[in-house]
């Protein structure tokens, strides 16, 4: 069983990818925003979290699970047959960022997204200067760790051209 794990900067395409595969191969897909916040927004216990990621690995023989959040990717790991870091370049997730359609599962409305933008590309622009959970750091050192299979993204092209 194919059990995929994407991880990236925000806007690196982590979603788009995602998505793809899920539809390609008809694998679970799990967003870890959807486990990663509390209304307000404010940071879920890591805990909850987590056991919301093992009941969906126990759930899902297959599946695909994306995000930016190093801890939660900790979780899923072990369970883990092919990890894909995208790392297209800071530009790039800007690029994304600035052209992402509307995520209902996120957001309100449109409107609300586009009002969060410029939080959005500080946040972008810090990954290489950022030394937390959601750092171009522990990407990567989520990445050397992993001894299974694992591929590097670092061009948009490369994103889209990635076929599992």
Not at 49 to 70: K, L, M, N, Q
Not at 122 to 137: H, K, P, T, V
């Amino acid at each position: 069983m194919t059990r995929y794990l994407v991880v990236g900067n925000s806007g690196s395409g982590k979603s788009t990818l995602a998505t793809r595969l899920a539809a390609q191969h008809g694998l679970a897909h799990l967003d870890l925003d959807t486990l990663a916040w509390l209304p307000g927004p404010k940071r879920a216990p890591i805990a909850d979290s987590a056991a919301g990621i093992d009941a969906f690995v126990a759930a899902h023989p297959a599946w695909v699970i994306e995000g930016c959040y190093a801890d939660l990717l900790e979780v899923a790991l072990p369970h883990t047959t092919r990890l894909v870091f995208l790392n297209p370049g800071v530009a790039a997730c800007i690029a994304n960022a600035r052209a992402r359609p509307w995520e209902p599962h996120k957001y309100a409305s449109k409107e609300a997204q586009d009002a969060n933008l410029d939080m959005l590309i500080g946040w972008i622009q810090d990954y290489e200067r950022r030394r937390d959970e959601f750092s171009l750091a522990a990407h990567r050192a989520l990445f050397d760790g992993f001894a299974g299979d694992k591929h590097e993204l670092t061009s948009r092209e490369a994103i889209a051209a990635f076929a599992a």
